[in-house]
């Protein structure tokens, strides 16, 4: 099944491709983008080619923090009915939760969640976003406009009231950080296990005035209508369930089982009628990630070791060989040598 995101998403993209000096047509084509789609907010694009294209637009341009530019001028609108429903909210906490449960009608690929009092945040909330692309690489500018939609929606949403305390980027940015702080107005760390915005109480708790219930509730209806989320197979709940606990907690079969409130062998069962099972899905999941860490972060071998739930580093470099042919410490040199950014060194 195709995972797919709406041309909203690439609202201003042929604007921007344009004002630095690039031909946006080409492109578009070779990643199988018919141009007219972007007209239409609604019309479904693939997402794997939608983050190649913004890599490679990146590439071409020269532009570091192409994500960061394209997210500048995109609004809240182009999460087309998600956005009026979220606007029409009574309070900050409701809007995550339309958001959280219904983004899916923007792109089955994409998902937001909000945890309370995790790390080093002890009074708010952190806003955490994924972006799950089988089979795609790379993911910095994809996350870049993603994270930084969510931050200006938020941001349209609270006014003044927006207090953003940090960002989480789960890449090493190639633009430098300050970039980041400058487009985000907040500390920003890179390497983290997740994206995300760490907002504060205030804003977390944050009561809307001047919204309209009869609007929000043609919205709500709308996307209630789309309740049959397509990503729902088992295989694709299991794949959220694991990039979510894999390195913070047990994610074996039986906790996953748990998570969903099933017996193992009932998810077996499931993950067999559509023809895989456990131990694939959690070997794919573990080799996407470890792709991602490697080839856009420093995060030290030891540490992303954890990161991927193994319990040493030699269990790592055995499955690196296994996925990539190549061990751990040379995947990451060659990734990093040609994107331009310097080693770490090996721990």
């Not at 500390?187 to 915005?197: E, G, I």
Request: aromatic letters at 6%; a positive charge.
């Amino acid at each position: 099944m195709t995972i797919t995101v709406r041309a909203g998403g690439l609202y201003g993209y042929r604007t921007l491709m344009q004002q630095l000096g690039v031909d946006p047509l080409p492109l578009l084509q070779r990643y199988r983008i018919v141009p007219q789609a972007l007209d239409d907010g609604e019309a479904p694009l693939p997402l794997r080619s939608v983050v190649q294209l913004l890599e490679a637009s990146a590439e071409i341009t020269a532009c570091a923090d192409f994500g960061l530019r394209l997210s500048a001028v995109q609004d809240i609108s182009v999460l087309g009915h998600l956005a009026i429903a979220m606007r029409n909210a009574q309070t900050m906490a409701e809007a995550l939760q339309i958001i959280s449960r219904y983004l899916f009608v923007h792109s089955t690929g994409m998902s937001v969640s909000v945890q309370r009092e995790r790390g080093a945040l002890r009074h708010g909330a952190e806003v955490r976003f994924e972006l799950d692309v089988p089979g795609a690489r790379v993911l910095r500018q994809a996350i870049d406009v993603c994270l930084g939609d969510v931050h200006r929606i938020l941001q349209l949403l609270a006014g003044d009231a927006y207090e953003l305390q940090a960002v989480a980027l789960p890449h090493q940015p190639l633009a430098p950080l300050i970039t980041y702080s400058r487009f985000f107005g907040a500390p920003v760390l890179a390497a983290q296990p997740h994206a995300a915005l760490l907002i504060s109480e205030r804003t977390y708790q944050l009561r809307f005035a001047d919204t309209n219930p009869a609007l929000q509730q043609l919205a709500m209806d709308y996307l209630r209508e789309q309740v049959a989320d397509p990503t729902q197979s088992m295989a694709m709940r299991v794949r959220r369930l694991l990039r979510r606990t894999i390195g913070t907690g047990p994610n074996d079969k039986v906790a996953i089982a748990a998570l969903l409130a099933m017996h193992p062998r009932t998810l077996q069962r499931h993950l067999a009628a559509e023809g895989t099972q456990f131990e694939r899905v959690r070997d794919e999941v573990q080799r996407e990630l470890a792709h991602r860490y490697l080839c856009e972060t420093r995060i030290p071998l030891t540490r992303l070791a954890s990161l991927l739930g193994y319990a040493e580093q030699a269990v790592l470099s055995r499955a690196c060989q296994r996925w990539f042919g190549q061990p751990p410490s040379v995947l990451r040199k060659t990734a990093l040598a040609t994107a331009g950014v310097a080693p770490p060194a090996l721990r």
